[in-house]
């Protein structure tokens, strides 16, 4: 019986270069990052932490992109209805604390379909932001 081959969401050439243009910006605005990168199952395909970024923020990061697919959008989308007055209060606590609803993650889309998602933690959230959109912008 022949085995079927699993054809990835998301291939290592297309994660190292969504990282790759990832930290090109965070060298650009002078903040180290950590960088992560999951396939459309959410599970890790490619993460780096560029020298000095918070160790803290590791799993963060991870977690970022892992919340990118599980609801299929930016964290910056989550944050409002997430606040104590918010129809999704509460939200961060699911999956075992591995939502994360603060701005740095973005969905990656190739023709149309989401094959994977970047997350970005270590520096403000607006330095997570534009960082995590430089990566998803070498898709």
């Not at 085995?3 to 930290?23: C, F, G, N």
């Amino acid at each position: 019986m022949a085995a079927e081959k699993i054809k990835d969401s998301l291939t290592r050439q297309d994660a190292r270069r969504v990282i790759d243009a990832a930290m090109a910006r965070a060298v650009e605005i002078g903040q180290p990052q950590d960088i992560a990168v999951v396939d459309a199952g959410g599970n890790l395909k490619a993460h780096v932490r560029m020298d000095t970024a918070n160790i803290g923020s590791i799993h963060i990061s991870i977690n970022k992109a892992y919340t990118s697919i599980a609801f299929q959008c930016q964290t910056k989308d989550l944050t409002d209805i997430t606040r104590h007055d918010g129809d999704l209060y509460g939200l961060n606590d699911a999956h075992g604390g591995r939502i994360v609803v603060f701005p740095g993650r973005i969905p990656l889309v190739r023709d149309g379909h989401i094959v994977g998602a970047i997350g970005v933690s270590t520096g403000t959230i607006e330095q997570d932001q534009t960082v995590a959109e430089a990566g998803a912008a070498a898709m």
